[in-house]
T-cell receptor, first 112, second 114 residues
């Protein structure tokens, strides 16, 4: 069973608010990822990290930012949320070279 | 670049029917192939995987064979249950380079009717 946790599971906020989605894993994985999942189910990589102090933008441009100060923690921040940010955000982690990813249960964000 | 193509549209079938979801891929090198499943309200879970040509991955009655000659990794189950209703994603990873970046297909919603 994977040990990767996301909070909050559900969040409803107003436009202009700052939010942080938390993601933590206890497996010691170097690599962590954030995916945005649209209502049509498709997954889009928005950020990834190969280790502490390493962050890269993914394939889909996003106004969010991430940080990786500790191996186990990979939070995602939106400085000023907008309705277009309404989506499900999935965090994942994996070991180098293994290919397989472990996913959290997701954070469903609604911006009014 | 690497890409995965899944058959279009949701799949609706009756309990105990045979399920096939097609997946083809384009990749350089020697990718590993995966099927992930997403149950309602949850994140993705690994269902099965295959790391080289002709390998067969299997789990919970699901199977998929890595076919290099047809660049395919079709998912099959002989007798589905209502509890198999979920979204299924095919994915590949060029694990040779160790970056774990997965290329996902668009997913298929499977609905099993009692």
């Amino acid at each position: 069973e994977a040990d990767i946790y996301q909070t909050p599971r559900y969040l409803v906020i107003g436009t202009g608010k700052k939010i942080t989605l938390e993601c933590s894993q206890t497996m010691g994985h170097d690599k962590m990822y954030w995916y945005q999942q649209d209502p049509g189910m498709e997954l889009h990589l928005i950020h990834y990290s190969y280790g502490v102090n390493s962050t890269e933008k993914g394939d889909l441009s996003s106004e969010s930012t991430v940080s990786r100060i500790r191996t186990e923690h990979f939070p995602l921040t939106l400085e000023s949320a907008r309705p277009s940010h309404t989506s499900q955000y999935l965090c994942a982690s994996g070991e180098t070279g293994a290919g397989e990813l472990f996913f959290g249960e997701g954070s469903r964000l609604t911006v009014l | 670049g690497n890409s995965v193509t899944q058959m279009e549209g949701p799949v609706t079938l009756s309990e105990e029917a045979f399920l096939t979801i097609n997946c083809t891929y384009t990749a350089t090198g020697y990718p590993s192939l995966f099927w992930y499943v997403q149950y309602p309200g949850e994140g993705l879970q690994l269902l099965l995987k295959a790391t080289k040509a002709d390998d067969k991955g299997s789990n919970k009655g699901f199977e998929a064979t890595y076919r290099k000659e047809t660049t395919s990794f079709h998912l099959e189950k002989g007798s589905v249950q209502v509890s198999d209703s979920a979204v299924y994603f095919c994915a590949l990873s060029d694990g040779f380079y160790g970056n774990n970046r997965l290329a996902f297909g668009k997913g298929n919603q499977v609905v099993v009717i009692p």
